[in-house]
């Protein structure tokens, strides 16, 4: 059974930094894709990035440049680094997992088939 489990969140104000951190249970890891969501209060969960197995990166519009996916596989870590934050980035944050070979985009929710708990960010001005 994988479980996921978010840390980091927290009160920053506009232009600060936060670094999230993502920690993964189960046997597998090294090979599965993982990815930050983000679901701000009244709107729709969004893809905020993702890390395949083989450590390639992509980023929403909204966040390239700001923010940062790695990941440590001996630790079975993933983490997001988030700089400059903006007013807009103000949500719950939530890591996923995936361990289909095949599945749908890597930048829907519909890609992953572990969900972790989430956790608040909230910037202020």
């Known amino acids: 059974q994988v479980q996921l489990a978010e840390s980091g969140g927290g009160l920053v104000q506009a232009g600060g930094s936060l670094r999230l951190s993502c920690a993964a249970s189960?046997?597998?890891?090294?090979?599965?894709?993982m990815g930050w969501f983000r679901q701000a209060p009244g709107k729709e969960r969004e893809w905020v990035s993702y890390?395949?197995?083989?450590?390639?990166?992509n980023y929403s519009n909204s966040v390239r440049g700001r923010f940062t996916i790695s990941r440590d596989n001996a630790k079975k870590m993933v983490y997001l680094q988030m700089d400059s934050l903006k007013l807009e980035d103000t949500a719950v944050y939530y890591c996923?997992?995936?361990?289909?070979?095949?599945?749908?985009?890597?930048?829907?929710?519909?890609?992953?088939?572990?969900w972790g708990q989430g956790t608040q960010v909230t910037v202020s001005s």
């Open positions: 890390i395949r197995g083989s450590g390639s990166t």
């Open positions: 996923a997992q995936s361990t289909m070979a095949f599945g749908p985009s890597l930048a829907s929710s519909s890609g992953y088939n572990y």
């Open positions: 189960g046997r597998a890891f090294t090979n599965t894709h």
